[in-house]
């Protein structure tokens, strides 16, 4: 961009893809609770990894390095999966009846959701202060 | 360090502008005149420029091809503000010019 006047634009638009895909991550998640599959093979809960994004690789103390925040990585909940006891179900163990359910918590989902909302209008809250900033400078020298 | 504000400083340059002042002084060098010229024609493309990328970018989320609505907003405000920016700064150089047209009066 040639001009920029609006301060922090780019690091608050990272901000918001990145809730934006965390917001897309808990909805996966809350999508798939009764999700089975065959063999033992079930969903897993997804995790967003934040990580800080520098322009450049060493020295990271200027204020020009400072470039926002990503979305490193989606890993896998490591935790168990649920188990039900439900002999009628197709993906239900031979033997035991049990069938595997996905170690998803809706409460713990909504309460991802509630964070990833307030985290998002947080970073929208910046960037309207910051074009008013930018808007009340401009108008600085009218009467 | 600021330097305090002396009226011989002032006036030394008022003095210093005098030339530019068109029916002031001597004619004004072109060198000046000219880099103004070039840095308002600068300013005024880079605002059309922010405008046409605004332009482009809700192009693209019409067609689907960007998901990002805070870029195409982020974009138009930018745009916005810049297309102010400009209209400031031509409002001041008016300004600035009827001054001058009604001292000589």
Redesign the interface.
Same mark, same amino acid.
């Given at each position: 961009? +040639?001009?920029?006047?609006?301060p922090a +634009?780019a690091i &608050? &638009?990272s901000a918001? !893809?990145a809730e934006r895909a965390r917001m897309e991550i808990t909805a996966n998640n809350l999508a798939n609770v009764q999700s089975t599959g065959k063999n033992g093979q079930v969903y897993s809960r997804r995790i967003p990894v934040f990580e800080a994004v520098y322009s450049e690789q060493f020295g990271h103390d200027g204020i020009q390095n400072l470039a926002g925040v990503k979305m490193k990585d989606i890993v896998a909940d490591p935790r168990q999966p649920l188990e039900l006891y439900a002999p009628y179900h197709p993906s239900a163990d031979q033997k035991t009846g049990m069938v595997k359910m996905p170690n998803i918590s809706p409460i713990e989902e909504m309460v991802d959701m509630i964070a990833a909302t307030r985290a998002y209008e947080a970073n929208l809250s910046v960037?309207k202060q910051s #074009?008013d900033i +930018? !808007?009340k400078t401009?108008?600085l020298? #009218?009467q | 360090m600021i330097d305090s504000i002396s009226p011989e400083l002032m006036l030394k340059q008022i003095e210093q502008f005098k030339p530019e002042i068109p029916g002031v002084g001597a004619n004004a060098p072109d060198g000046m005149d000219e880099d103004f010229k070039k840095v308002l024609t600068k300013l005024i493309s880079e605002v059309d420029q922010s405008q046409k990328d605004a332009d482009v970018s809700l192009q693209q989320l019409a067609k689907g091809e960007t998901n990002s609505i805070q870029d195409v907003v982020l974009k138009m405000e930018e745009a916005d503000v810049s297309f102010k920016m400009m209209l400031e700064i031509r409002n001041k150089l008016l300004q600035a010019y009827k001054e001058l047209i009604s001292a000589q009066a």
């Open positions: 961009m +040639a001009i920029e006047l609006i +634009a &608050s &638009s918001l !893809d960037i #074009r +930018a !808007d401009i108008t020298g #009218r | -």
